[in-house]
């Protein structure tokens, strides 16, 4: 099967992490020796998250005295490509994957009249006290928000339209090249009439872009990986199960969170209605099992009884 696997930025960084280069480097072996198994059988195309580390770059450049104004998101979100696709790519080889693989940095055209642009909603970067965020919000002139008990910087993100180097993508598969792709959903960049580009203020969900990358290439599966086992019924509550299947119509009659787990499920309910091909999401360390079926949550076109004994809603 050809399959798009979009890997969670906080599964490569892990919420208290210290963002140390050997600390990322040994949850992305641990990727890597996850997606091994897979490409004995099938295509893959992985895309990955970079909601921590371009957090991080960007708070450098905002504090670089040398700098007279902060690197664009377009770029720092280009050099989470480079350096995430780099170690992917490294230990991919490392977890003895025989087959060529290769790290592309590409563009993510998105609509420079987007309404997310007025309403920043992407958390980035390491989480701080309210006072502590809000302090250096006033600085820089970024936004924060709350995420749990922490306060986070929020940036735009627009919708994903259209990948400009889909078709160079499409190629190298076809050729039985594995392709790292579309990290932090794509460096985003508007397109004028002239089909000029330039870089856009924003990070791109990479769930979306995984989807949007997976229909263009007619993918047969959207694994969506990350640090939850499952979409979890009554999340929260004492009587908090997984759901090991569901279908895209009653998923979409699930409350989730808007900022973890509702865009991982928007993209699988998108890949799903347009392909009509099952889409998961699970653990990262699960991805075979997950792809069989045997953990996690399979999104389905159609109403299917789920393997706990749970009703569908």
């Not at 895309?47 to 670089?64: K, T």
Request: aromatic share 2%; charged share 20%.
């Amino acid at each position: 099967m050809r399959i798009v696997i979009a890997l969670g930025g906080n599964a490569l960084l892990e919420r208290g992490d210290k963002p140390d280069a050997a600390i990322q480097q040994r949850h992305i072996r641990r990727a890597a020796q996850s997606l091994a198994p897979l490409t004995a059988h099938h295509q893959l195309i992985v895309c990955h998250g970079n909601g921590p580390q371009v957090g991080l770059l960007a708070r450098e450049s905002s504090s670089d005295p040398e700098l007279s104004r902060p690197y664009p998101l377009d770029v720092l979100g280009a050099q989470t490509q480079g350096m995430i696709g780099y170690w992917l790519v490294q230990e991919l080889a490392n977890a003895g994957v025989t087959r060529p693989v290769v790290a592309l940095v590409n563009q993510t055209v998105v609509d420079a009249c987007d309404p997310a642009f007025a309403t920043p909603t992407k958390l980035i970067g390491a989480g701080y006290p309210r006072e502590q965020a809000e302090a250096a919000a006033a600085r820089n002139g970024s936004t924060v928000a709350a995420d749990g008990d922490r306060w986070r910087r929020v940036v735009p993100s627009p919708e994903p339209r259209r990948i400009i180097e889909q078709d160079t993508i499409r190629t190298l598969v076809d050729r039985d090249v594995i392709v790292v792709c579309g990290g932090g959903g794509g460096a985003p960049v508007t397109e004028d009439r002239t089909g000029r580009l330039t870089g856009a203020a924003a990070v791109v969900d990479k769930d979306l872009t995984a989807a949007l990358l997976a229909l263009a290439l007619a993918a047969d599966r959207l694994l969506v990986l990350t640090d939850a086992p499952a979409i979890i019924r009554r999340y929260g509550t004492p009587q908090a199960e997984p759901i090991r299947t569901i279908s895209v119509d009653d998923l979409a009659t699930m409350p989730l969170p808007a900022g973890s787990m509702g865009p991982k499920a928007d993209a699988c309910m998108r890949f799903t209605r347009a392909s009509g091909h099952p889409a998961a999401i699970g653990r990262l360390t699960d991805a075979a099992d997950i792809l069989a079926g045997h953990t996690g949550t399979t999104i389905t076109p159609n109403r299917t009884a789920d393997p706990s004994g749970a009703e569908p809603r």
